[in-house]
């Protein structure tokens, strides 16, 4: 299995398209960066006049927040590229012909399909760190550091800057259940492809109409809502929702929902055993014809 | 003589389609066995099968006297296959494919060995180019070392010489030859180019619709006594005019092209050759069709079923 993983990694990172993932989370988050660095006070001026009269004292724009921003609009596209690995692995392999000398192998078919899957979570865990790195170190060490505030929907959060990285540490490992889990669609759709074309369109097609579903405030979708991978995909945010007291202080190093946290993190870790289990399944019964 | 594959009563049905039926036949140690049938007659369905990437619907198989379906792990150890194309990953070198898929078959060759392969195959001054540059010819000779890195007992190679040019063809079957006299490994080769397997191949299963038609040896599919000659003289009015009043008209055949052609026993052709010659006829060449090339369209479009050859 260790060997079979070993493979897997090698042939992943030894494929340039592997890195034009890095690359474009690079140039994005770089761009991103450069934009709240040239236009970013006006930004946040912007943000405070919503509010009307408003005085806050410290550094509104500091690398805690650009991070918060990046990871909203980032957590959005990098499914799309970790789609264009997954959804590849086994249909990539039929398209290519290796996939029946792969199979003729010395190796259980459930073994290769696994340490296909771990191959796949390697690379997802190698992504986000790229990203962690580059959207809260970098943009810390260019923006400083200060207390996190985020305007949401009804309410303003003020988070201390002393307890803002845990949370970071948190949003990105949940980020990691919640990557997977989108990996663990294309992976699924690519046991039935011969192409990786398909199992790509497919997955992206699943996620928007998951997305569409979720948000339609409609009774008949709002029911199945709660069943959708995507509806928990979000959740990641809630790390930076803290607990208030009687006398609406907020609870410093404080979760306001932890159990709505754990039940998205139980949901898609059930699509994930799900959807591999279903791979290992497919795969075993499936005539290698390609 | 250890038997190397046993397939017994082997099927595979795709709804109504018979890919292959009850297909049986035996695969001894140090055979290259000749895999024949047109294209689309269960072949490659057959050999997907003795690998395992293909379910029969009913049947058994044994290699090296274990049922496959028990013992996959270790019956795949001990075999090296090309399945139809060479496809291999373009991006890396033909080294580091050739690495790669000997760490997939459960070794650790060192870079002496790695070589000694590439090496064997003429592909030692490439070896650390990407695979995309490469001929079909090349693929196919790197296919062949990713089927031995492993030093298999059994080689199973699928349409060996699909797609290439003749000198890749004749670099195909010496290397079949060699590792079949030198090596010592049994070989199953399929392949419709009944020419090709006739030169290599020690024993011959020829099947259609996914049916045995004949399995034995190439010297018993042939009858001697039916070896089909075919004359090209400088005059063959003159040789046919001679020839219709001889003892030898009986064994003329109706001509296909120029040549004039006779069927005779196989020992009486020197007889004639000498006749011909006291007759004055200019010679320009006297030889025995290819016997197998008849003798499978004839099976193959009869649709007799033949019992089998059993040595």
């Known amino acids: ?19 034009i993932a890095f690359v474009a989370v690079a140039v994005l988050i770089t761009i991103m960066q450069f934009g709240l660095k040239v236009d970013g006070q006006e930004y946040a001026d912007f943000m405070l006049q919503s509010l009307g009269n408003f005085d806050v004292q410290g550094k509104l724009l500091n690398g805690y927040m650009v991070c918060y921003i990046v990871l909203q609009l980032m957590l959005v596209h990098v499914p799309l590229l970790v789609t264009l690995i997954s959804a ?21 078919r459930t073994s290769i399909v696994v340490s296909k899957f771990c191959a796949v979570c390697v690379y997802t865990l190698l992504l986000l760190i790229w ?22 929907n009804e309410y303003i959060v003020l988070i201390r800057q002393d307890d803002v990285f845990w949370r970071y540490g948190c949003a990105f490992c949940f980020a990691f259940v919640a990557l997977i889990t989108v990996a663990s669609v294309g992976f699924f759709l690519s046991a039935f492809a011969e192409n990786s074309i398909g199992p790509i369109v497919t997955t992206m097609s699943v996620i928007i109409l998951f997305t569409v579903l979720g948000t339609l405030n409609l009774p008949v979708f709002q029911a199945i809502s709660p069943y959708l991978f995507t509806t928990h995909m979000v959740t990641w945010k809630e790390f930076f929702d803290e607990k208030v007291n009687a006398n609406n202080e907020a609870l410093a190093g404080t979760l306001q929902n932890l159990p709505h946290i754990i039940h998205s993190v139980i949901i898609l870790l ?19 014809l390609s | 003589m250890q038997q190397v594959v046993q397939v017994t009563n082997l099927s595979k049905h795709y709804k109504n389609i018979k890919a292959v039926d009850a297909l049986s036949f035996t695969v001894n140690e140090g055979d290259v066995y000749g895999f024949l049938g047109q294209n689309g007659a269960g072949k490659s369905t057959t050999i997907r099968m003795l690998l395992t990437l293909i379910e029969p619907t009913q049947g ?36 580091n494919n050739l690495n790669l898929f000997a760490r997939m078959s459960g070794i650790h060759p060192t870079e002496k060995k ?23 010819g090349m693929k196919q000779r790197l296919g062949i070392a990713i089927a031995l890195i492993h030093d298999p007992r059994l080689i199973i190679l699928d349409e060996p010489t699909n797609g290439l040019d003749p000198q890749g063809i004749a670099d195909v079957r010496n290397l079949i030859l060699h590792l079949s006299r030198e090596m010592k490994k049994t070989l199953v080769v399929s392949s419709h180019l009944l020419n090709e397997m006739e030169q290599v191949a020690t024993r011959l299963l020829i099947i259609d619709k996914g049916k045995k038609l004949v399995e034995g040896t190439t010297a018993e599919l042939f009858d001697p006594a039916q070896t089909l000659l075919e004359l090209d003289s400088l005059n063959n009015t003159e040789a046919l005019l001679l020839l219709q009043n001889s003892a030898w008209q009986t064994a003329l055949q109706p001509q296909r092209s120029n040549s004039l052609l006779l069927k005779i026993h196989r020992n009486a052709i020197p007889n004639l050759h000498v006749w011909l010659v006291q007759q004055n006829i200019k010679i320009v060449s006297l030889q025995s069709r290819h016997s197998l090339e008849d003798y499978f369209l004839q099976v193959t479009s009869s649709g007799q079923h033949v019992a089998a050859f059993t040595n």
């Open chain 1, 1 to 19: 299995m260790w060997q079979l993983l070993q493979i897997e990694l090698y042939k992943i990172f030894r494929r340039p398209r592997t890195y």
């Open chain 1, 88 to 108: 590849d692995l086994i249909s990539g392999e039929a398209n290519i012909g290796t996939l029946r000398l792969l199979m003729a192998k010395p190796y259980s």
């Open chain 1, 131 to 152: 990203v962690a790195f580059l959207a809260l170190f970098v943009s810390v060490v260019i923006f400083g550091k200060s207390d996190l505030f985020l305007m949401k």
């Open chain 1, 270 to 288: 059930i699509y994930i055993v799900v959807l591999v289990s279903a791979t290992v399944w497919v795969m075993k019964k499936k005539d290698i």
């Open chain 2, 60 to 95: 058994d198989i044994k290699m090296f006297g274990l049922k496959l379906n028990q013992h996959r792990k270790t019956i795949l150890q001990s075999v090296g296959a090309i399945i139809e194309k060479p496809d291999v990953y373009k991006y890396l070198s033909a080294y």
């Open chain 2, 114 to 136: 790695l070589m000694q392969q590439l090496e064997m195959v003429g592909l030692k001054e490439r070896a650390h180019d990407t695979v995309k540059t490469f001929s079909q």
